[in-house]
C-alpha cells in the first residue's frame, strides 16, 4: 500500500539511467519528478542528511539529465548535498537509503561512486572551476562534450567561483553555469551578492519564452548573430541581463522559474545548442520545495536528522551533556560581555558555529561574511590591527581554506585574532571532505601561534576565557563536533597559563600525553594497563602549541614507555612531542616513545566512535600500543615480554 514512507513511483520505477529518462515523453516528466522527490524524501526520512536543497533542485536535476547527454557531458554539483535526486536517476536508488552511512553512499558527489559524479565536492564554490577544466580538456581535445556547473546563490559568495568565471571565457560554449538562486545559503543569504540577485528576480517577470525565444536569437551563428548585436533590441536586451556575470564573460539568461519544466526544458535546449559561451543560467528556485514542513522551516530542513515523513518530526537526541558549540557559544558570550573588543565572525555557518545565539546578544558585533573564510580570516586581522579582539568560528575543515590568510595576515603580523575551530576531530556522516584532521599540524607548525585542545567541555570554557585574554597574538582552541562528556561547567572560567598542561593522573610505569578529548579514552586504558599491573600516568597536555616542555621532559624520563595520543593526522602533538625528544637527546638513550595520531588515509563516513576504533586511537588501541611498545627490544624488535 503507497504511503509516504513508501511512496509510489511506477514512472521512476522505469528509470534507472539517464537513458531512460530520456525516453520518457516530456509531459511525463513533471509526473517523474513529482515520484522523484517522494522518494527523496522517503529515503531522507529514514537515512537523515541534506534534505532542502536536494528538494528545490528535482526539477532543475530531470531538466539537465534529460537535456544533456550525461555522463558524457560533465555535470558538477557544487557541495554537492543536493546531489540526493541525481543519484537517484544516475543508478543509485538501490542504495540511497545507505546515505551517509558507513560503507553506504556518500551525501555528496564522489568521483569513485559513479560515472555521474565527474567531480567530487563537499566543499563550496568549487564547481566552475572544475567544470571549466573539463571543458577546456574537451576543446583543447576537439570533443564536443559539455560542462554543466551547479551553484547555489550561497556558494556564488565565495571568491573562488569569481576566480573561475573570470577565466570562463576560454571555455566557449562547452562551459554552462546554472546558479541555483533559493535566497538560501545554510542561513538566509547575506551581503552584497544576494541583493544583486534580488533585484535580477525582482526587477522583472521570468522570462517569458517569448523573451527568451528573442534572447536565443542572438545565440546565431556568427554573421547572423552580428547582425543582430547592431540592433538596439539586442543592446536594451543585454542591458537588461546579469550585468555583473555579463562583465565576466558570460551570456546570462533568466531569471528562470526553476520549478517549471516547460520553462528549464527549452531553455537548456537552447543554451546546450548555442554557438556562443559561457552561458550563465539563472534559476530560481525554493529550498525545501514540495515538502509544507522543509518549506515552513526557517533552515529550509537544510540538514535533518532521520524524521516522520507525515509530520516531519525529527528524531530527538537523548537528553545528554551540552554541545561543545553551545558551551563555546555561551562562554564568548560571557567574554563578550565583559569587554566589548570581544566579536565574532562566520563564515556562513551562524547555526553550526553557534555564533547566532552571539548576534542576538551582540548584533553589532557579530559578521556573518558568507561562504568567505579567506576574508573571514583578513577581515578578522584588520579588526585585531585596528583594536578589536575578534574570535573567528571556522570548522577545522573548513579553516583549510584560509590558511594562507592565517599565514600571511596573521600569523606573521602576530595579530591577536582567535581561531574557535570546531568539528575538530572526525565528524561522522559528513566522512573524509568534513573531518578536522590537519588543524593541529597546520597551526602548530606556525611561529607565534598558540594552539589548545579542550579535552571537555569545562576546558573549552577555560580555553575561551584564555584565547580572550590573549593578547601576545594568535590563538586557537579546538573542540569536537557533538555533545561534552557531562562533567559541570565552571562558574568562573580559569585563565589558564600558556603552554602548561595538567597531570590527571599519577602513575609510574607508563605515560599517557593526551591532547583534546582523548583523554576519556587514555583514562579508560590507564585503568586497564592498572589492571595489568602497570602504573600508569595520564597527563592532558592542553597546548599542542607551546608545548610544556617541563612536564614533557619528566615524562619522558621518569616512565618506561610514553603514548603520545591526539584526534589528529601525522604531523601534530606527537611529531612536536618527538622533536623535542630529538632536540633534549631523549632518545640518545632508548626511550620508548609511540605517537597515536589518525591513520594516514582519508576516512570515510561512519559513526565517529567507529572511526576512532577502527583509527585505533580508543582505549583498546592506547593498551595494545603499550604492551607492544614494551615487548620492543632496543633493536626494535618484538620479544616475548608482554
Ligand atoms: C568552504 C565551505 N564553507 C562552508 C560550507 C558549509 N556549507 C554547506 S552548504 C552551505 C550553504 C550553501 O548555500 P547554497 O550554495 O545557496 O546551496 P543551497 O543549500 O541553498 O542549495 C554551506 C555554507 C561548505 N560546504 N564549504
Ligand atoms: C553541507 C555542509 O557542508 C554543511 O551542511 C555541513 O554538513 C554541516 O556540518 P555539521 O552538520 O557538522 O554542522
Ligand atoms: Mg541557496
Request: with cysteine; hydrophobic share 40%; aromatic share 6%.
Amino acid at each position: 500500500m503507497p504511503s509516504m514512507n513508501n511512496p509510489s513511483t511506477p514512472l521512476l520505477d522505469q528509470v534507472q539511467w539517464p537513458s531512460d529518462l530520456r525516453r520518457l515523453n516530456p509531459d511525463q516528466l513533471a509526473q517523474l519528478a513529482d515520484e522523484l522527490r517522494q522518494e527523496v524524501i522517503s529515503a531522507v526520512g529514514v537515512t537523515g542528511g541534506h534534505l532542502g536543497s536536494g528538494l528545490g533542485v528535482v526539477e532543475l536535476t530531470t531538466a539537465i539529465h534529460y537535456v544533456f547527454d550525461t555522463p558524457e557531458d560533465k555535470l558538477v554539483w557544487d557541495v554537492g548535498h543536493q546531489c540526493y535526486p541525481h543519484k537517484i536517476l544516475t543508478g543509485r536508488r538501490d542504495r540511497i537509503r545507505t546515505l551517509r552511512q558507513g560503507g553506504g553512499l556518500s551525501g555528496f558527489t564522489r568521483r569513485a561512486e559513479s560515472e555521474y559524479d565527474p567531480f567530487g565536492a563537499a566543499h563550496s564554490s568549487t564547481s566552475i572551476s572544475a567544470a571549466l577544466g573539463f571543458a577546456v580538456a574537451n576543446k583543447l581535445a576537439d570533443r564536443p562534450g559539455k560542462a554543466i556547473a551547479v551553484i547555489g546563490d550561497g556558494a556564488m559568495s565565495a571568491g573562488m567561483a569569481y576566480e573561475a568565471m573570470n577565466n570562463a571565457r576560454a571555455a566557449g560554449n562547452r562551459l554552462i553555469v546554472i546558479l541555483n538562486d533559493n535566497d538560501m545559503s545554510i542561513a538566509p543569504p547575506v551581503g552584497g551578492l544576494s541583493a544583486y540577485l534580488a533585484r535580477l528576480v525582482s526587477s522583472r517577470e521570468f522570462l517569458g519564452l517569448r523573451g527568451l525565444a528573442r534572447r536565443f536569437a542572438r545565440k546565431l551563428p556568427r554573421p547572423l548573430h552580428n547582425a543582430a548585436r547592431k540592433t538596439d533590441e539586442f543592446a536594451r536586451g543585454m542591458a537588461m541581463g546579469g550585468t555583473l556575470f555579463e562583465e565576466l564573460g558570460f551570456y546570462y539568461v533568466g531569471p528562470i522559474d526553476g520549478h517549471n519544466l516547460d520553462q528549464l526544458i527549452p531553455v537548456l535546449e537552447n543554451v546546450r545548442d548555442a554557438a556562443e559561451g559561457p552561458c550563465l543560467i539563472h534559476v530560481v528556485t525554493q529550498k525545501g520545495k514540495g515538502y509544507a514542513p522543509a518549506e515552513a522551516a526557517a533552515d529550509k530542513y537544510h540538514g535533518v536528522q532521520k524524521f516522520d515523513v507525515v509530520t516531519g518530526a525529527q528524531a530527538k537526541a537523548p537528553p545528554g551533556p551540552p554541545s561543545y558549540t553551545s558551551v563555546f557559544a555561551k562562554a564568548l558570550i560571557a567574554e563578550a560581555e565583559r569587554d566589548e573588543r570581544i566579536c565574532a565572525i562566520t563564515a556562513a555557518m551562524p547555526s553550526g558555529t553557534g555564533l547566532d545565539s552571539f548576534a542576538e546578544a551582540f548584533p553589532d558585533r557579530s559578521f556573518d561574511v558568507g561562504i568567505a573564510e579567506q576574508h573571514a580570516v583578513t577581515f578578522a586581522a584588520g579588526l585585531a590591527a585596528q583594536g578589536m579582539r575578534p574570535f573567528c568560528a571556522i570548522y577545522s575543515t573548513f579553516l583549510q581554506r584560509a590558511y594562507d590568510q592565517v599565514v600571511h595576515d596573521v600569523a606573521i603580523q602576530n595579530l591577536p585574532v582567535r581561531f574557535a575551530i570546531d568539528r575538530a576531530g572526525l565528524v561522522g556522516a559528513d566522512g573524509s571532505t568534513h573531518a578536522g584532521s590537519f588543524d593541529i599540524a597546520y597551526l602548530a607548525t606556525l611561529p607565534n601561534m598558540v594552539v589548545m585542545a579542550a579535552a571537555d567541555e569545562a576546558e573549552l570554557v577555560h580555553m575561551v576565557h584564555t584565547c580572550a585574554l590573549h593578547d601576545d597574538g594568535p590563538a586557537a582552541v579546538r573542540y569536537p563536533r557533538g555533545n561534552g562528556v557531562g562533567v559541570a561547567l565552571p562558574a568562573v572560567p580559569q585563565r589558564l597559563e600558556i603552554g602548561k598542561g595538567r597531570i590527571v593522573r599519577e602513575g609510574r610505569q607508563v605515560a599517557i600525553l593526551s591532547l583534546g578529548t582523548r583523554l576519556e579514552e587514555a583514562l579508560k586504558a590507564a585503568e586497564a594497563l592498572e589492571a595489568k599491573g602497570l602504573s600508569t600516568t595520564v597527563a592532558d597536555l592542553r597546548f599542542a602549541k607551546p608545548l610544556d616542555e617541563t612536564l614533557i621532559r619528566r615524562l619522558l624520563t621518569t616512565h618506561e614507555v610514553a603514548v603520545t595520543i591526539e584526534e589528529g593526522a601525522i604531523g601534530g602533538l606527537g611529531a612536536h612531542v618527538l622533536t623535542l625528544a630529538s632536540d633534549c637527546g631523549l632518545i640518545d638513550n632508548g626511550l620508548k616513545l609511540r605517537t597515536m595520531r589518525l591513520p594516514d588515509i582519508f576516512q570515510d563516513q561512519d559513526k565517529p566512535e567507529k572511526q576512532y576504533a577502527d583509527a585505533k586511537l580508543d582505549a583498546a588501541g592506547i593498551v595494545d600500543t603499550v604492551l607492544t611498545a614494551l615487548r620492543h627490544n632496543s633493536a626494535g624488535v618484538e620479544t616475548a615480554r608482554a
